[in-house]
């Protein structure tokens, strides 16, 4: 049964750093190019961020220079730094990967997760 897991929000002062991770299991994910995403309440779930098997990332250009993608093949983990962060980046975050591709991100292809909350508020 594939499984993806996120974790690793919370709450944060604007300006201040969270890590995400994802944990994929029951495929072999590490030759699949991975994606976050997010959504904020009453919006539309948007990607973030994606990584494809090779290491080569793409941001939106709302988190340009603020957010690294980055994985671990042998642990079948991606993971999402995020900094300076704002509090329109409030939203429940969740990755997903493309089992179609591993050389380029196109869309989800596996049921979401949960998701993890992250919440940026004085």
């Known amino acids: 049964q594939v499984q993806l897991v996120e974790s690793g929000g919370g709450l944060v002062q604007p300006g201040g750093s969270l890590r995400l991770s994802c944990a994929a299991s029951?495929?072999?994910?590490?030759?699949?190019?991975m994606g976050w995403y997010r959504q904020a309440p009453e919006k539309h779930r948007e990607l973030v961020a994606s990584?494809?098997?090779?290491?080569?990332?793409n941001y939106a250009d709302s988190v340009k220079g603020r957010f690294t993608i980055s994985r671990d093949n042998a642990k079948n983990m991606v993971y999402l730094q995020m900094n300076s962060l704002k509090p329109e980046d409030t939203a429940v975050y969740y990755c997903?990967?493309?089992?179609?591709?591993?050389?380029?991100?196109?869309?989800?292809?596996?049921?979401w997760g949960q998701g993890t909350q992250v919440t940026v508020s004085s």
């Open positions: 029951g495929s072999s994910f590490s030759i699949y190019a």
């Open positions: 997903n990967a493309d089992r179609y591709s591993g050389s380029y991100y196109r869309r989800p292809t596996y049921p």
């Open positions: 990584i494809t098997r090779g290491g080569s990332t």
